[in-house]
Structures are given as C-alpha cells and as structure tokens.
C-alpha cells in the first residue's frame, strides 16, 4: 500500500487548510486511517484516526473541536479538516493506514504498518 498526502502549505492563524491523503492497493489494508504529525524536535503524535465505515473516529485533545477527518472509501482516500490554525500546530504531516481492525493502540505511531511521505503544514501567528 502506497499513501500519497497533499494539502501542506503555510497559513496565518485563524485559517483553515484541508489535507487529504490516497491510498492505493488494497482497502483491507486501510481499516484505519490516520493523521500524526511531527514538529522540529518533537516526537511523532497522533492527530487523529477514522475506520472505514467512518463510524468510529479519534482525535489527539489538541485538536478537538478543530479538526475533522473523513474519508471516501470509493477513492481510499482520507481528508483532514484543520480549522482555527494555530501556531503550535506547525509541523509535518503524516497520514498513516493499518489493516488492524481494533481501536487498540489508536494512537501508537507502531501500530500503522503503512506511512505517506509527509506535507508540511506552517502556522503563522
């Protein structure tokens, strides 16, 4: 499974950006789809997570409220919604896919068994 992202760019505070990420290969391997991202110096956190059905989705506390994921399965492709950008949200992006089935370790960067290359998404106050 191959994951292209796109969307990054940079932003003033307040903005909105839209990143959406496609899956090629097979869906059974896109169970769960996800956004994390990476700040300089920072670890890799979780954004947020959505499954197929698009019933069941997660989001780091950082970004509730702000931020919504969604997904078309017909293009396996995931989008994420950021709204009411802030400064501290800068970073690169990644979205992320795994064919397991549970909501364990949603938010665990180990647990996705495929990475996109990264946009990267600049916030400026």
């Known amino acids: 499974v191959q994951l292209q992202a796109s969307g990054g760019g940079s932003v003033q505070a307040g903005g909105s950006l839209r990143l959406s990420c496609a899956g090629s290969?097979?869906?059974?391997?896109?169970?769960?789809m996800g956004w994390f991202r990476q700040a300089p110096g920072k670890e890799r956190e979780f954004v947020a997570a959505?499954?197929?059905?698009?019933?069941?989705?997660w989001f780091a506390d950082s970004v509730k409220g702000r931020f919504t994921i969604s997904r078309d399965n017909s293009k396996n492709t995931v989008y994420l919604q950021m709204n009411s950008l802030k400064p501290e949200d800068t970073a690169v992006y990644y979205c992320?896919?795994?064919?397991?089935?549970?909501?364990?370790?949603?938010?665990?960067?180990?647990?996705?068994?495929?990475w996109g290359q990264g946009t990267l998404v600049t916030v400026s106050s």
């Open positions: 992320s896919a795994r064919s397991l089935r549970y909501s364990d370790y949603i938010t665990t960067p180990g647990a996705y068994e495929y």
């Open positions: 959505i499954n197929r059905g698009g019933v069941s989705a």
């Open positions: 290969g097979g869906t059974d391997s896109t169970y769960v």
